[in-house]
């Protein structure tokens, strides 16, 4: 598994505390930035990780910014993204297994730096679900 990762202005610091935690568990990443606190649009940080998720089937996805819901909003329109804004674990773990989300987005102004390293600890060990759930996003892909 690999994660690409970006921020907009809103997410670095959060952005920083995943970066740490993926290097202290030597889980891959590609960090798509930015690094510096100047106002940018994130659109397109969405798209690019985006692409990259969609490119190689081996990497999730992580979005950063104030809320987490521009960035979801900007990935659930690239189609064959399951992007969910979180702020809980249960719904970490829920939206792996049964929205097969392959983008987290988390918000740096609403979620504290300890429940975000916990919301994606849980959804990266979280496993999608076969049977009604995998039907259920099957039928999301066919719009
Ligand atoms: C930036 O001020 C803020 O609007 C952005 O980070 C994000 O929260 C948008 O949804």
Known sequence: MKIAIANDHGGI????TLVA???EHEIAYVDFGVSSNES???PSYAKTVCQKVL???DTLGILCCGTGIGMSIAANKVKGIRAAVVGDVFSAKATREHNHSNVLCLGERVTGPGLALLITETWLNATPLDGRHKN??????KK
Request: charged share 55%; aromatic share 16%; proline share 0%.
């Open 13 to 16: 610091e959060l952005k920083k």
């Open 55 to 57: 490119a190689d089937e």
């Open 136 to 141: 259920r996003v099957d039928q999301l892909e």
């Open 40 to 42: 940018v649009d994130y």
């Open 21 to 23: 935690y993926f290097e």
